[in-house]
């Protein structure tokens, strides 16, 4: 039996593009950043998940000018074409938040336990976005939420120094000679590692305000470097990332980036060099929790 025929048409970077025909979709791991091809054009409104499965199978679709029939293919929406019937899928626009998460909000894209996310907190017409950096369960604080993978990327990756501050409680009087040892460096798991700058705010009854400031992303890090040292952190919040500064936003509250605060984060540079820093830096994860 003759198997039926292709049409075949030029997509708008000249190559042929074949219309096949639908059938089951065939999935396959991705392990390329971005969204999931299919959610992209559903989310922009031109079909349904399962429609939008089809029109990739149909060789409708395609990416960089590369027509795409698999399921699975990821793209990033700010650096990739996407065209279906020839026409562009327009850019999605550049979104920046400042959050301040309080305690008991998770800092994960999907959570199975079903807790608040930091994105949960944002307007729910927003699209895609995803915070950057982490905080832990029990830490609060600045959280700058965005799909601005470019800056996501200079604020996180060690190489580029970008200073986090906390205030952190600590229980406990905290002398000269302990804060001297801190600003010297302490020896955990993975390595050799110090605060760019610590100082004591003044004791609070039992307790001590301590202000960090920080430039790598080490898993819980704080907590860790002040256990070593025979402190107990008893609240910790992150009050400032490079220039952006928490202020007085309350716990839960979310607000717009303005363009002046989104350049001035594109364009920090630290105050302080770190001299004498380990060069060491952890696998996994950058932007560790605090």
Not at 75 to 82: A, G, P, S, T
Request: hydrophobic fraction near 30%.
């Amino acid at each position: 039996m003759a198997r039926p025929s292709q049409k075949t048409r030029k997509t708008p970077s000249g190559r042929p593009r074949v219309r096949r025909r639908p059938g089951r979709p065939q999935r396959r791991t991705n392990d390329q950043p971005g969204e999931r091809l299919q959610k992209v054009l559903a989310s922009a409104g031109l079909a349904s998940r399962r429609e939008a499965e089809e029109l990739i199978l149909e060789g409708r679709v395609e990416v960089d000018g590369e027509v795409v029939t698999e399921m699975g293919t990821r793209v990033d929406r700010l650096k990739q074409e996407v065209f279906v019937d020839g026409e562009r899928l327009p850019k999605p626009k550049l979104e920046y938040f400042a959050v301040h998460k309080p305690t008991g909000v998770v800092c994960t894209a999907r959570d199975p336990a079903g807790r608040t996310r930091v994105t949960d907190l944002l307007p729910p017409d927003v699209g895609r976005v995803f915070n950057v950096g982490r905080l832990d369960l029990e830490s609060e604080g600045l959280i700058l939420v965005t799909n601005d993978g470019e800056l996501a990327n200079k604020i996180t990756h060690p190489r580029h120094g970008i200073e986090k501050t906390y205030e952190v409680q600590v229980a406990g009087h905290v002398p000269p000679d302990v804060l001297a040892k801190m600003r010297k460096g302490v020896h955990l798991a993975e390595g050799y590692v110090k605060p760019v700058r610590v100082r004591s705010k003044g004791p609070r009854k039992k307790s001590t305000i301590l202000e960090m400031v920080l430039d790598e992303g080490r898993n819980r890090e704080i907590r860790r470097l002040l256990a070593r040292v025979g402190h107990k952190v008893q609240r910790l919040t992150r009050i400032a990332v490079g220039p952006l500064r928490l202020g007085d936003l309350p716990r839960g509250a979310v607000r717009r980036l303005t363009p002046e605060e989104v350049r001035k984060l594109q364009n920090y540079e630290p105050h302080t060099p770190s001299e004498g820093k380990s060069t060491h830096r952890p696998r996994g994860r950058r932007g560790g929790r605090r």
